[in-house]
């Protein structure tokens, strides 16, 4: 099945049960993933688990130092290792036969088992794994894509936030009916946004970019916020998606708010105390993205960043987290509603726009409709790179 292109996908594409399997399989199961964040973990034994439809992954600190994606499934028959959602433990036991393995995941005991056995053969699988400016990303593949430039153009861009000395202040799940290519479609263009995100119009510059009376006003705020963050030391660059280097499959760039606003959040005011290695709030927004599960929104005061995780073909479920200094206390620091209510306000928004889109794209009248060259341009190169991945184009 091939797509038009300039032109959304054929209904299948997301309703099929059979395309989401292909999905998991040739788009997830080949992808750099983001998995969750280093300081879920800070200390050797600290684990959280990241469930990616039939698959699981213990994301471990070990003992060494090392941090590991270790498959959550028993060597012995198979038994689901750990099903809490995080924890701090010296050792792993599987519950069904008491099997135990280190936090490398190497096997160090068993009972009753023959004289032939040899437990250095059944040490846990583990998945690819990396930690790019306290972003944990895994790879499920044994040949994942290469992933060095992004993790040099995500860590100049994102080191200055301080995510590595940070910690969640809210974390929320949202489950959605939907599948999850209209999640990323949505989120890849602002074309929606005046009519559907006026808080975020009134701070940010998207809906401006294309309307030819503001451009000397936005380049000129382009230019002086540049000028200015390549003083302090700021990475500048502007690295889409679209950029020309191999992949294509990740963004990286620091823009500047309206004048006078400082953070995403309801006044555009700082909330929080200042991230990382900032002295002062007006640092813009950073923002990043990677195919085909992540994007985050960095402030001088905080991080909103978003997991995606397809459940089913017409069900989607996204882990919201706002990250603050990891010194910042609550109800002296900060407030978590003031932190949270600008982003809510977003997602809340944009999750009924993507059960409003699902519910049209499953009527017997939907047809692939034709992509604005304009506004929807990001929508387009994220479907051919989505294309390529599934192995369709």
């Not at 959605?176 to 009519?195: D, F, M, S, T």
């Not at 500047?256 to 640092?283: C, H, K, N, W």
Request: charged residues 25%; hydrophobic residues 35%; glycine residues 8%.
């Amino acid at each position: 099945m091939k797509r038009k292109p300039g032109w959304t996908l054929e209904q299948a594409f997301y309703i099929s049960p059979e395309i989401f399997r292909d999905d998991m399989a040739g788009v997830f199961g080949q992808s750099w993933l983001f998995a969750g964040h280093q300081c879920q973990i800070p200390q050797p034994g600290d684990f959280f688990v990241y469930d990616m439809a039939r698959d699981s992954l213990v994301i471990l600190h070990g003992m060494d130092g090392v941090i590991r994606a270790l498959h959550n499934v028993c060597r012995h028959r198979g038994t689901r290792l750990c099903d809490s959602g995080s924890g701090h433990m010296d050792k792993i036991v599987c519950p069904y036969h008491q099997w135990r393995y280190d936090t490398a995941g190497t096997l160090q005991a068993t009972t009753w088992m023959g004289d032939d056995f040899d437990p250095a053969q059944f040490s846990l699988h583990q998945a690819q794994v990396r930690n790019v400016a306290g972003l944990i990303y895994v790879c499920l593949s044994d040949t994942p894509p290469d992933f060095e430039q992004a993790v040099a153009d995500l860590t100049r861009l994102l080191e200055p936030h301080g995510l590595d000395n940070a910690k969640i202040a809210y974390s929320e799940t949202y489950r959605i009916r939907g599948n999850w290519k209209l999640v990323i479609e949505n989120q890849r263009e602002c074309y929606h946004c005046p009519a559907k995100h006026k808080a975020y119009a009134k701070i940010q510059h998207d809906t401006d970019v294309h309307d030819a009376d503001k451009q000397d006003m936005l380049q000129a705020r382009v230019d002086g916020a540049r000028q200015k963050w390549t003083a302090m030391g700021l990475d500048t660059s502007h690295v889409r998606p679209d950029s020309g280097f191999s992949g294509g499959w990740w963004r990286a760039n620091r823009t500047p708010f309206r004048s006078g606003y400082v953070s995403e959040t309801m006044d555009g005011q700082q909330v929080a105390p200042l991230m990382g290695s900032f002295t002062e709030a007006d640092v813009g927004n950073a923002r990043a993205n990677t195919y085909p599960n992540f994007w985050l929104h960095a402030s001088c005061d905080h991080v909103h960043i978003v997991r995606v995780i397809p459940i089913d073909a017409e069900t989607t479920e996204l882990q919201a987290d706002w990250l603050v200094h990891a010194d910042a206390v609550e109800g002296t620091d900060y407030e978590v509603d003031a932190v949270i209510a600008f982003s809510k306000l977003v997602n809340d928004e944009d999750h009924d726009i993507v059960m409003g889109q699902a519910r049209g794209v499953g009527s017997s009248r939907y047809q692939p409709g034709p992509l604005s060259p304009v506004k929807e341009e990001m929508v387009d190169h994220f479907l051919d790179w989505y294309m390529t991945k599934q192995g369709t184009e």
